[in-house]
Nanobody, 126 residues
Framework: QVQLVESGGGLVQAGGSLRLSCAASGGTFNSYVMGWFRQAPGKEREFVAAISRGGGTTYYADSVKGRFTISRDNAKHAVYLQMNSLKSEDTAVYYC???????????????????WGKGTLVSVSS
């Protein structure tokens, strides 16, 4: 059983930056692809970014490519999401996810994600 706890959310002005963190406990951290998803009010949960087990491959949604950077520290059992040039449409609850499948599969189909965090709210004011 893997527990995921997100932190780092908050209120920021458009154009600003935030760094989200996800601390993992239980399980074998480096056996999981790690990712971030988000869900805005009234909308379906959507993929944001994922990173391979070793950290060498990353995946991004088109809407965040060039603005967000995902990284992981296997020694610290942590994954991060650096968010720059934030826009009002980035406002959402952001969820950390752990998946035994591939990054491509996580990007295409979130229903098979093994573990979810409880989320952290990011609000971007325009």
């Amino acid at each position: 059983q893997v527990q995921l706890v997100e932190s780092g959310g908050g209120l920021v002005q458009a154009g600003g930056s935030l760094r989200l963190s996800c601390a993992a406990s239980g399980g074998t951290f480096n056996s999981y692809v790690m990712g971030w998803f988000r869900q805005a009010p009234g909308k379906e949960r959507e993929f944001v970014a994922a990173i391979s087990r070793g950290g060498g491959t990353t995946y991004y949604a088109d809407s965040v490519k060039g603005r967000f950077t995902i990284s992981r520290d296997n020694a610290k059992h942590a994954v991060y999401l650096q968010m720059n040039s934030l826009k009002s449409e980035d406002t959402a609850v952001y969820y950390c996810a752990a998946d035994r499948r591939s990054g491509q599969t996580m990007q295409r189909n979130y229903s098979g994600v093994d573990y979810w965090g409880k989320g952290t709210l990011v609000s971007v004011s325009s």
